[in-house]
């Protein structure tokens, strides 16, 4: 039960629905989740030390907050742990993994990025393909503990990229970007692949840093 709803919750965070700072009160949320006290406290310090959620003596659970700094410092670090990751996927990877890759890039390009496209709402189709995408590059590097911290660091930004999606100038448009990643990685060109998705995640935090999120971070 608690590993459900630390995920529901994490989720409503990554969306937004649950605002950046905002107070986690339990009784509020034992009602919106269907729960009680104990596990909905559980699942919330499972979120703080995911980073997700800040708890405070005497204040209680907050979603954590957005800001500029944390944008840029989690781009650096998550750049690093990924062109790790995906060095030792591509020296390791096998045929089964190229086609993990290419089918995930598949259903990727065919999926429409917006649920609205007027309104720039990220469909939930997408961003669940968009995640495994990237995970599936990295999946052959065969380090768990590596593994966990780059899926970490991934959920973090999310929630930036749902912020992008509700809130930017112009849409991102990305197929380009991940058919060149697929390429590269395919290729076993390994700085060619690093090269490329430390653009790719870096062109997004820009993106963000001067569009409408941007001044409000």
Known sequence: MTVELTRQVAQDIVAGDLEPGSRLKITGLGAKYGTSAIPLREALARLANQGLVVFEDKKGFSVAPVSRADLIDLTEIRIAVECLTLTRSIERGDVEWETHVLSAAHRLARLPTYADEAKRHLSTE????????????????????????????????????????LLAREPRIVD??????????????????????????????????????GTLL
């Open 126 to 165: 997408w961003e669940a393909a968009h995640t495994r995408f990237h995970h599936c590059l990295v999946s052959a590097c065969e380090s768990s503990r590596l593994l966990g911290l780059r899926d970490l660091y991934d959920d973090q930004s999310r929630r930036y990229r749902y912020l992008m999606g």
């Open 176 to 213: 380009g970007e991940h058919q060149d990643l697929v390429d590269a990685v395919l290729g076993r060109d390994v700085a060619k692949a690093c090269e490329l998705v430390s653009e790719h995640f870096q062109k997004t935090t820009d993106m963000i840093l001067s569009s409408k999120v």
